[in-house]
């Protein structure tokens, strides 16, 4: 096979098709290297997890693109030419141009492409066609099969709701009668017009997990209980599109009810339509009104935080012989488990004047060191990243004893998956908020006093004018990014400003 063309190094893509296993990807593995044997070609091999059609969420496939680019191998081997890519017509694009002006072979078990060969590279644009014709009639007929499964009574739309569990004898959801016992708690407080976030104290002082194996949430509680496969109806095509800011497609929109493909008595019930109305009825009286400090009617919206428990504070005004005050309001924010932060109030004025000082030290203290950088917050952003990986490192360490539980046989293999998912996505969260962290802290580096002395300068003249409070208030947040209050029992409030 290696006759005519001079290939010593290559790399081994291995990427999962729809409905294949591991032992798939095993095999593919296995004819790709005893190729290399044969021929002695020297490998590096780059597995791919995800399994999407575009190359945006192939992490693998962007890091072999990247070597090939840079001219690491003579050859790229793979299964067959649609591993590399049937997505969008750009995607495929960009493949072709990389191979072709890295002079670099894509090899398969029956051909050798060569992309600077004119017929190659009409071989490689039919089958490039070919294959994006073939994954949109894939996914057409998945689509078409998963409402044909609904209407015949099996469950097509992934994980169950609470408290049912995927039965796989008779491919549909049956109800868990130990999550239901809990459900029928939930669905009773609600209907005796209990808050959600009541019926999250309860659950969570219980030591009841959620659905996710986590605390409770007044989001999860309110969705459960609007959840209409509860009444033994199955709903899909409910939404077309896609939320995703990355992918080419329609943008996500919900579709009119009478487009929706709903197939009643389903599986087993476990409220009734009579207490579903009622439900709706005690939500609807609860719709919650937009406070007026989000749309920035307080001069101090969205910047003032509890130190105490980290919520943002709460704003309110009083009438009193000076006119109408604004005062902030005592925390009464609670944690998963009912208990109140309480954080005391304070009038605003007491915030307006610590900020007119810290602003006036933070002015002169730039003037003297037009230079300086923020090295104090750069260092505190780099102690709370080494705290967060140290978490991550504790997370991991979580894990592998999950692992070895599982093993010996402490957890049962719904047990560990619950608890490994639990701390798969902590770790994934850890992981973003470092990530996060990581870009503040290349502002802080690239900022320059300049540009701050120029900012503090703007919000001075608007702080002394006589604006609305929505002008201040954008102000405000171009040169502070948080406000940290706390007031202790005596009274004495401690006021910790953040500068951007």
Not at 299 to 305: A, D, E, K, Q
Not at 309 to 335: H, L, P
Not at 391 to 408: C, F, G, P, V
Request: hydrophobic share 30%; glycine share 4%.
């Amino acid at each position: 096979m290696n006759e005519g063309f001079d290939i010593k190094y290559v790399a081994l893509y291995l990427r999962k098709s729809r409905g294949e296993g591991e032992q798939d990807l095993e095999n593919h593995r296995y004819m790709l290297v005893n190729m290399c044997k044969e021929n002695n070609w020297r490998y590096l091999e780059y597995k791919e997890i995800a399994s999407s059609e575009t190359i945006e969420y192939r992490p693998e496939f962007k890091k072999l693109l990247k070597d090939v680019q840079e001219g690491l191998f003579d050859a790229v081997l793979v299964v067959d030419y649609q591993r590399l890519g049937r997505g969008e017509i750009e995607d495929q694009g960009l493949i072709k141009r990389v191979f072709k002006d890295s002079r670099t072979y894509i090899v398969t078990p029956e051909k050798i492409y060569n992309l600077v060969d004119d017929t190659d590279d009409l071989l490689v644009d039919v089958s490039g066609l070919l294959a994006r014709q073939e994954f949109k009639s894939i996914k057409r007929n998945l689509q078409r099969g998963k409402k044909i499964g609904a209407k015949l009574g099996r469950w097509t739309n992934g994980t169950p709701p609470f408290p049912y569990r995927y039965e796989a004898s008779i491919k549909n959801i049956v109800v868990d009668e130990e999550k239901n016992k809990i459900y029928q708690e939930m669905k009773n407080m609600i209907l005796n017009e209990h808050p959600c976030y009541e019926v999250c104290w309860y659950l969570n002082n219980r030591g009841v997990k959620s659905p996710r194996g986590g605390i409770w949430h007044e989001n999860t509680v309110r969705r459960i209980m609007l959840d209409e496969t509860h009444l033994g109806k199955k709903i899909t095509n409910k939404t077309e599109g896609s939320a995703h800011k990355n992918k080419k497609t329609k943008p996500l929109r919900q579709l009119p009810r009478e487009e929706w493909d709903i197939v009643e008595n389903s599986h087993e019930a476990v409220k009734t339509q009579e207490e579903h109305e009622q439900i709706l009825t005690i939500f609807s009286k609860r719709k919650i009104v937009p406070h007026r400090s989000r749309s920035g009617t307080y001069i101090l919206s969205g910047i003032v935080y509890c130190s105490k428990c980290g919520k943002s504070m709460q704003f309110t005004n009083k009438e009193t012989k000076n006119g109408n005050v604004a005062y902030i309001r005592k925390c009464q924010k609670s944690d998963p488990y009912g208990n109140r932060c309480e954080n005391r109030g304070i009038i605003a004025n007491a915030i307006y004047d610590a900020i007119n000082i810290e602003v006036q030290a933070y002015e002169s203290q730039l003037l003297k060191h037009e230079e300086y950088e923020n090295q104090e917050e750069i260092k505190r952003i780099q102690d709370v990243i080494s705290f967060k990986q140290s978490q991550i490192n504790k997370l991991n360490n979580a894990l592998a004893r999950i692992k070895e539980l599982y093993e010996i046989g402490d957890y049962t293999r719904e047990e560990y998956q619950d608890r490994k998912k639990v701390r798969e996505r902590e770790i994934t969260s850890t992981q973003n908020e470092i990530e996060e962290l990581k870009a503040k802290q290349n502002v802080q580096e690239r900022v320059n006093n300049k540009e701050r002395i120029i900012k503090i300068k703007e919000f001075k003249q608007i702080w002394s004018a006589e604006v609305e409070n929505k002008v201040k208030n954008q102000a405000l947040k171009k040169i502070i990014s948080r406000i940290n209050y706390e007031r202790d029992e005596n009274g004495n409030a401690k006021i910790d400003i953040v500068f951007n």
